[in-house]
């Protein structure tokens, strides 16, 4: 066999390969309205009910990672940043909170001790 013919032949297997394989992946892969009809009927209510939720999250880290873009940090950086300011809000009301709650308890302690007569 000549040069030719085998490069043919590699060139031909590369583009069966390089274009095939995924035609194929395309082909066999459900959508996403046919994973749905396979649910049973309680994973379809459930779905449905669950679907604005889900919807709603994400539309919410999209906002998130565009506010995150706007910085000159890159965004792995800037989310980092924010959480640490959540974390640290979140002990901060927390904080808050068990103040409220201490004070709360010795109000009740002063109130709840009447004195003998």
Not at 22 to 33: Q, R, S
Not at 37 to 53: A, I, M, V
Not at 79 to 96: F, N, P
Request: charged share 40%.
């Amino acid at each position: 066999m000549s040069r030719a013919g085998l490069y043919f032949r590699m060139l031909a297997a590369g583009v069966v390969l390089c274009i095939g394989g995924p035609a194929l992946v395309y082909y066999v892969t459900p959508t996403e309205e046919e994973l749905f009809k396979r649910y049973n009927p309680e994973l379809q209510k459930r779905s449905l009910e669950n679907r604005e939720g889900r919807q709603q999250d994400f539309n919410n880290f999209v906002n998130q990672l565009k506010e995150y873009s706007k910085s000159n940090k890159p965004i792995w950086e800037a989310a980092a940043e924010d959480e640490e300011r959540r974390k640290i809000a979140t002990a901060e009301e927390q904080r808050r909170r068990e103040e409220e709650i201490q004070r709360r308890r010795e109000e009740i302690r002063r109130h709840s001790v009447t004195p003998e007569k």
